[in-house]
């Protein structure tokens, strides 16, 4: 297996260069439509991703040992050659979008992914916006693990997808041609994800390509301007409660929850789900819970 790259640690430099790119865009030629920048947003997101970092290190010991055990169980071997890596590249995409689809459906996945939603802007700095849980990601890349794919390989791929998508948080770029719009995710295809307003929630969760959201029954255009942020948005720039303000929500609800069939339903239902109401009561208490961007109340909008 060769020394591969750290992708996203050499792409810094070009992270910091295209987000001052951007901030002089804004001031030299505002866009009216646009959500634009502000400060102590844009300090959050920024703050929200160095934490990332952080905590990924410490999430990664686990995680490696996990997958080293697997591989080394596992009698196949995929080598690292030229023709193989776009293979593998297309097989972590197709996982990472029922990866991100899951976090989209499920409460207490939703709850590490809810950080990156959390933001009523959408420019650069909203892709540094990490989630300081990200170990809820790993087992959906278990598959690649059991063919015989080295995890330092596993690694790569999610990097490169990673460095991907910080491109397409981006309101100054508008529709690309069809072909491309068609194919790849685009920043106007994820200006959808992020939006809050109901038909365009749970769509759009391809990493670098699309073709899955259109083969899923996921996938929607940009036709409304997108309103950005939760549902019910946070109304606090506090690293530490952007990070843990559902998980909080979540052990509300389960603690005012009645039966163990309804503290089952507020961790791995969706983020909106209720209980149906006692016949000839009252709905219980939703202990602050509330539909967050990305979720639906009813039947889950993309599952």
Not at 169 to 194: A, C
Not at 250 to 258: E, F, G, P, T
């Amino acid at each position: 297996m060769p020394n591969l790259p750290d992708v996203v640690l050499w792409s810094i430099p070009a992270f910091v260069l295209l987000t001052v790119l951007e901030m002089v865009g804004h001031r030299v030629r505002p866009d009216e439509d646009a959500a634009g920048y502000e400060t102590k947003d844009a300090a959050t997101s920024v703050g929200m991703g160095l934490g990332s970092l952080a905590f990924d290190a410490l999430w990664k010991i686990p995680v490696v040992a996990i997958y080293t055990a697997a591989y080394e169980l596992t009698p196949l071997r995929v080598p690292f050659l030229w023709w193989t890596v776009p293979l593998m590249l297309l097989a972590q995409d197709f996982l990472y979008y029922w990866q991100h689809r899951g976090h989209h459906v499920v409460r207490i996945l939703w709850a590490c992914h809810v950080v990156h939603h959390s933001s009523r802007r959408f420019n650069l700095t909203t892709a540094l916006r990490q989630p300081w849980t990200g170990v809820t990601g790993w087992p959906f890349y278990l598959p690649m693990i059991a063919l015989g794919v080295h995890p330092a390989a596993v690694a790569f791929c999610y990097s490169v997808n990673l460095v991907y998508q910080f491109w397409i948080h981006t309101e100054r770029i508008g529709k690309l041609p069809r072909p491309f719009e068609y194919v790849l995710n685009t920043p106007s295809h994820h200006r959808v994800h992020h939006a809050s307003q109901g038909g365009y929630l749970d769509r759009n969760f391809g990493g670098i390509l699309i073709v899955w959201d259109r083969m899923f029954g996921s996938w929607a255009g940009e036709t409304d301007r997108p309103v950005y942020g939760l549902t019910k948005n946070i109304e606090t720039y506090n690293p530490l409660r952007v990070a843990t303000h559902e998980y909080a929500a979540i052990a509300r609800d389960v603690r005012a929850a009645r039966t163990w069939h309804e503290r089952a339903g507020r961790l791995f239902r969706g983020p909106g789900w209720q209980p149906a109401p006692a016949t000839g009561g009252t709905t219980p208490s939703a202990g602050g819970t509330t539909p967050v961007a990305g979720t639906t109340t009813a039947p889950e909008a993309a599952a």
